[in-house]
């Protein structure tokens, strides 16, 4: 069975899902109250994207989260 990273890349064993790679073209970034930036997720279609940064910062928490289009798309 064939899995997929959220970037569309092949897993470890090689294979991609459907025979094809998707592309991930948006990124959900987040920053912590230290100023510390991190990956979060990537995604193929914005709206994903938005959707999940728009989640995670409902959650509350100190940490900012938003979405930027990625630089190796």
């Known amino acids: 069975m064939s899995t997929e990273s959220s970037a ?9 899902s459907a ?4 592309r991930a073209l948006w990124i959900v970034w987040r920053q912590d109250d230290n100023g ?4 979060v997720a990537r995604h193929e279609r914005r709206a994903d994207a938005d ?7 409902a959650r509350g928490h100190k940490q900012t989260y938003w979405v930027a289009a990625a630089a190796d798309a």
């Open 8 to 16: 569309g890349e092949a897993r470890d064993d090689g294979s991609r």
């Open 51 to 57: 959707a999940l940064a728009a989640t995670m910062e």
């Open 19 to 22: 025979g094809r790679q998707r």
């Open 36 to 39: 510390n930036q991190f990956e």
